[in-house]
């Protein structure tokens, strides 16, 4: 069994509710950070372990908290990235919903560290009722004296609330996140500046996913270095994955970072291996976003090494051969699967999304979900094949926000990896009535 | 302004609960959890004097909370049926066969995406994905989330709202413990 530092009382029954969440020590870590530690303290415990974003980007989380500016008599505050939309992640909905307090004790806890007296949680609209768990869940934390003012005596303060977003993607981009707490459309700004130094209502604010804050509690009662020891190289501790597609267990799982990819699609513990006894065809390991890999790139990376479940195995051989950790939204694909049809889902998926601030984004991710479309449809050219990818070279780079790329990353992984397939679906549009696409739905067992 | 409609009481009282959570000069942060009260509380839909009003309330300008509701996704600017049936088509549910769905529901209520039936009691919609990737294919109405669908399952969903005939929206004040807390799994 491999360690468990978030979802280790997940079986317990009630942990859901805060008096179960407590008897299996839950609020240690907001104890011990108010009353035995100074927020300097705290921050040198998260920059020890290790801990990296888990929101999708694995920047260091330590780093980012020290970058936050503190200047005297201007409120700071902590936002909670809950907005959850990259497809093929479900992870935060899965801790919001079985274990709310875990969050909660992270955002006391994270909050103290940052000197925050107001902390927001930003979660996404559809999920709506986890927002109802959630505002149960801070009522609770309310009641017993985890939130308010002079929490445990120690004259801190801290009032934490729920916000819902309203249907955006985009709003996952933390300074869109932003733009829409303040009540505006998810239009991301132009960084410089920072959240850190200018974030909600113009003052210094730290934004962080959902297992990111979560991940601060064991770190805090285990120590940062205890933390660091898990995992393999700069990836340490345990990371959520979120795992669909083709599978015979799908859900969510908390792995030790490292762990084979081999093991976690075939092993019982994990993934189960392929329903109906299929073949693998490939992956998008890390969330729609990243660049999907065939089969043999995804169990071995190009120099023959087995790949791990790590921000460097996963990310070896750059977008040549590798990909990324991501958001750990882990799409597997069985040997029927049409890659240009997923890659029209995508391509669809960030057109629809995209907030049209910028043009290289708005307009390529419309054409290329129409050349997809019109692939699809049986009346593409090779030439059109070509064309996609030269629309996905030139939006890297070019936009404000990192959508443009998360929208030409996947087209031109799917060319790369399996241009003949594309090519297939031009020259012969009339085969492609026989190519089975997807589980027709009546024929998927029972669960 | 002349406007006539007017929050219920509750409603009321949740909306201020809301505005107090931001600094007292920054009240139009309240803004998309409003539209989430309002839409609920009008017909599932924002009409432009619902946003006028919201505006009112909020003293913002109308033209703010258009370009809130514009642009996104879950607020209808137009009148939606009484249940509004919503399939993810995203990548793990397309893999899952949310095609099946789509087109299942289509010839159960002869409609296309998009449109209601005659009767006014579903609209059908195709949206992006909705965080159940792992339990697709999935159908969202309302506040539930339906997952592990199949066609005979969904065929009884459809069914049961029908019978009950009630609007499946979302109780955007509803919250903590005088909600009733479903574990909308349904399996
Ligand atoms: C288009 C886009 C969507 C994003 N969506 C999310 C999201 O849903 N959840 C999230 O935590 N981070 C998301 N991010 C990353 C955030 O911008 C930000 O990096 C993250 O919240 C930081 O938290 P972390 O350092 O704890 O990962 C998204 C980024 C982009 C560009
Ligand atoms: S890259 Fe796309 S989503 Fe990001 S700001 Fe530009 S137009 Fe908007
Ligand atoms: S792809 Fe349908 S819920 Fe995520």
Known sequence: ?447 | MNVKIQFSEKALASVNEIIARYPADKKKSALIPVLHIAQAEFDGWLSAETMDYVASILEIKPIEVYEVASFYSMFNLKPVGKCLLEVCRTSSCWLMGAEDVVRFIENKLNIKEGETTADGKFTLKTVECLGACGYAPMLQVGDKFYEFLTLEKTEKIIDNLDSTGKRSTYNGWQTGKESEIIMNRVD
């Open chain 1, 1 to 447: 069994m491999s360690k468990k530092l978030l979802l280790q009382h997940i079986d317990v029954p009630g942990i859901n509710t805060y008096e179960v969440y407590r008897k299996q020590g839950g609020y240690k870590a907001v104890e011990k950070a108010l009353k035995e530690m100074t927020a300097d303290q705290i921050l040198e415990e998260v920059k020890t372990s290790g801990l990296r974003g888990r929101g999708g980007a694995g920047f260091p989380t330590g780093m980012k908290w020290s970058f936050l500016a503190k200047p005297e008599g201007v409120a700071r505050y902590l936002v909670c990235n809950a907005d959850e939309s990259e497809p093929g992640t479900f992870k935060d909905r899965y801790l919001m919903e079985k274990i709310p307090h875990l969050l909660i004790e992270g955002m006391i806890a994270s909050s103290f560290a940052l000197g925050a007296n107001t902390a927001y949680i930003y979660i996404r609209g559809e999920y709506f009722y986890v927002h109802r768990i959630l505002e149960n869940a801070i009522k609770e934390a309310y009641a017993n004296g985890w939130l308010g003012k002079n929490i445990l005596g120690t004259g801190y303060d801290l009032d934490l609330y729920m916000q819902i977003g309203a249907g955006a993607y985009i709003c996952g981009e933390e300074t869109a996140l932003l733009e829409s707490l303040e009540g505006k459309r998810g239009n991301p700004r132009i960084k410089p500046p920072f959240p850190a130094v200018a974030g909600l209502w113009g003052r210094p604010t730290v934004v962080n996913n959902v297992e990111t804050i979560a991940a601060v509690v064991p770190i805090i009662n285990e120590g940062g270095a205890n933390y660091a020891n898990i995992g393999v190289g700069k990836s340490t501790g345990t990371k959520l994955i979120s795992a669909s597609g083709h599978i015979n267990k799908p859900g969510v799982y908390e792995i030790e970072l490292g762990l084979p990819v081999e093991e976690f699609i075939y092993s019982d513990q994990y993934c189960g291996g392929i329903r109906n006894g299929k073949e693998l065809k490939a992956v998008v390991a890390g969330g729609s976003s990243v660049p999907i890999l065939p089969k043999e790139l995804i169990l071995k990376t190009a120099a023959g090494e087995p790949r791990l479940m790590s921000y460097e195995s996963l990310g070896d051989g750059g977008f040549q051969t590798g990909t990324m950790l991501g958001s750990g939204g882990f799409i597997v694909m069985d040997e029927d699967t049409s890659i240009v049809k997923n890659l029209y889902t995508f391509s669809r998926f960030y057109h629809h999304e995209s907030c049209g601030q910028c043009s290289p984004c708005r307009e390529g991710t419309g054409w290329m979900e129409k050349i997809l479309k019109k692939i699809i449809s049986g009346n593409g050219t090779l030439s059109d094949v070509d064309l996609l990818w030269d629309i996905q070279s030139k939006i890297e780079g070019k936009t404000i926000c990192p959508l443009g790329e998360a929208a030409a990353w996947p087209v031109a992984a799917a060319i790369r990896h399996f241009r003949k397939e594309f090519e297939e679906y031009v020259t012969n549009p009339q085969n492609i009535v026989d190519v089975k696409h997807y589980y027709r739905v009546n024929n998927l067992a029972a669960v």
